[in-house]
């Protein structure tokens, strides 16, 4: 889904309806960036969203999958 990405990967649109076949409230997302010719974590994670944002994924699901469910999982809630 990044253009960077080598891997065979989804569109942005089979992922926002794979979230959504599972719930954006059993998701959440992460990165993996951070490795050589890869942005940093936090600018990789910065345009996942943006891509999931810019190709119709509601951004109260963003924010489910984003902030509040690894809050709710780390017991930061």
């Known amino acids: 889904m990044m253009p960077f990405t080598r891997a065979k990967t989804s569109t942005p649109k089979e992922t926002i309806r794979q979230y959504g ?3 954006p409230e059993r998701c959440i997302i992460s ?9 940093p974590p936090p600018e990789g994670l ?13 951004p109260e699901d963003v924010d489910h999958m984003a902030r509040r469910n690894p809050t709710q999982l780390a017991a930061l809630s």
């Open 21 to 23: 076949e599972i719930g």
């Open 31 to 39: 990165t993996e960036f951070g490795a050589y010719a890869t942005p």
């Open 46 to 58: 910065r345009m996942f969203i943006a891509t999931l944002l810019n190709h119709g994924m509601a």
